[in-house]
């Protein structure tokens, strides 16, 4: 069992940035590939992000590349995901995951869910 605990969510305005944090409990961090999915109000949640268990090879969805950046310190047992320029459509709860299957993007390839951190940006 992995517990995973997101933090650094807020209410932030366009352009802004935030750094999230997933912190996780237990030994073998460093074996999981790990990975951030959204969900707005009122749709499905969506892949973000995810990163390897050696944290070499980071996986982007297009709305995001080149403004959100994917990390880990296995050290710390604990994953982020810089967010920078920041946009009203990238308000959601931002959750991390284990990715316990071989598809980077695919919802049902993750467990061990966190509780979520909300983001809200602001026009």
């Known amino acids: 069992q992995v517990q995973l605990v997101e933090s650094g969510g807020g209410l932030v305005q366009a352009g802004g940035s935030l750094r999230l944090s997933c912190a996780a409990s237990?030994?073998?961090?460093?074996?999981?590939?790990m990975g951030w999915f959204r969900r707005a109000p009122g749709k499905d949640r969506e892949f973000v992000a995810a990163?390897?268990?050696?944290?070499?090879?980071?996986y982007y969805r297009d709305s995001v590349r080149g403004r959100f950046t994917v990390s880990r310190d296995n050290a710390k047992n604990t994953v982020y995901l810089q967010m920078n320029s920041l946009k009203p459509e990238d308000t959601a709860a931002y959750y991390c995951?284990?990715?316990?299957?071989?598809?980077?993007?695919?919802?049902?390839?993750?467990?061990?869910w966190g509780q979520g951190t909300q983001v809200t940006v602001s026009s």
């Open positions: 995951a284990v990715r316990w299957g071989s598809s980077v993007m695919t919802l049902t390839d993750y467990k061990y």
């Open positions: 990163i390897d268990r050696s944290g070499v090879s980071a």
């Open positions: 237990g030994r073998t961090f460093s074996s999981y590939n």
